[in-house]
């Protein structure tokens, strides 16, 4: 897998998100400001609303421009065969036979970053799974939680 690629990818996506909420947070401002929306009576709270939609749309584009640019900053260095897992790194675990691709990274766990056929699930290290694997090296055993129970999943490769 090509971690340049999946860091674009994961950059692209974030981007669009951003021009998205964006536009919204635009769209609520303008709304909550229109001649139309003016309150009616002490109930009509239209525009209060439109206000208070727009500021919580504008924080989360704010923190998507965050994302983007530590994401941008990003250091993706190689990781070698004995390297501990870091921000940057992309990780392979195997379990019962199958294998999942991770991508620690400084923002948007959960996002899926493609590079053509293949593709990581971005993980961070706060959460669960990424503060098991930070410090890990390959060969190490991790403990993922499914619905079923635990899971072990064992580290295969870092780069």
Known sequence: MDKVALTRSIISQLEAELALQT???LDSREEATDEESRAEDKYDMRSQSAAYLAAGQARLASEI???IAAWKTLTLRV???????????LVMLESKGGLAAFLVGPHSGGLEARDGN???????GAS???????????GDVVQIADRLGPVLQRVVSVE
């Open 128 to 138: 669960p799974l990424g503060r098991q694997l930070v410090g890990r090296r390959v």
């Open 118 to 124: 293949s593709a990581a699930t971005v993980v961070t």
């Open 23 to 25: 536009g919204a947070a």
């Open 65 to 67: 421009a965050g994302a």
């Open 79 to 89: 990781f070698g065969p004995g390297d501990e897992i870091a921000a940057g790194a």
